[in-house]
T-cell receptor, first 118, second 110 residues
């Protein structure tokens, strides 16, 4: 089974520029997550999709961050304009969704995109 | 507020020694709890979850609701256990929203 794919792997931009990250989840996974991991911290959830709908975006800085998952498969995360504090690794993860049952499915993570804002 | 705390950022032990990575949480209700691990140059991956009550790679974790802890233990550490370990409770009402701790970097010395 192919894993979660992300691109690019590395990106360096200047502050106030824009950047976009792409994620392709594991086939059949209805739920997709974007996390931000700042150096020395654990991953922080930015947004969670179920198919192409947003389930949770409470921690997404909506003034500069946006994300979409138009066809319920691939997703893009955009930052516009970037700030120095956005320097981090951006992780994409996916999992199965099983309606009506309790319990949480394992999240499968991509390799991440390391963003440096100068 | 819901929080998860991993008090040790760094933990160093010798091969064959017991190891315990601590995790404390403050969540209402009964969250599910997970340990995720990231080995050097590899992706973040699930190590174990409390509801499965299984031992993975010799690691176990017991949920102590009284102390609100979910410590990860292994009786005899191996060099290949060196990695970053994250404790991650799940909000019971959300279905699948994990909150990661800040992580503990475990180094097992030969």
């Amino acid at each position: 089974e192919a894993g979660v794919a992300q691109s690019p792997r590395y990106k360096i931009i200047e502050k106030r520029q824009s950047v976009a990250f792409w994620c392709n989840p594991i086939s059949g996974h209805a739920t997709l997550y974007w996390y931000q991991q700042i150096l020395g911290q654990g991953p922080k959830l930015l947004i969670q999709f179920q198919n192409n709908g947003v389930v949770d975006d409470s921690q997404l800085p909506k003034d500069r961050f946006s994300a979409e998952r138009l066809k319920g498969v691939d997703s893009t995360l955009k930052i516009q304009p970037a700030k120095l504090e956005d320097s981090a690794v951006y992780l994409c993860a996916s999992s199965y969704l099983k309606l009506g049952l309790a319990g949480t499915y394992e999240q499968y993570f991509g390799p991440g995109t390391r963003l440096t804002v100068t | 507020a819901q929080r998860v705390t991993q008090p040790e950022k760094l933990l160093s032990v010798f091969k064959g020694a017991p190891v315990e990575l601590k995790c404390n949480y403050s969540y209402s209700g009964s969250p599910e709890l997970f340990w995720y691990v990231q080995y050097s140059r590899q992706r973040l991956q699930l190590l174990l979850r409390h509801i499965s009550r299984e031992s993975i790679k010799g690691f176990t974790a017991d949920l102590n609701k009284g102390e609100t802890s979910f410590h990860l233990k292994k009786p005899f550490a191996q060099e290949e256990d060196s990695a970053m370990y994250y404790c991650a409770p799940n909000k019971e009402t959300s279905g699948s929203r994990l909150t990661f701790g800040e992580g503990t970097q475990l180094t097992v010395n030969p």
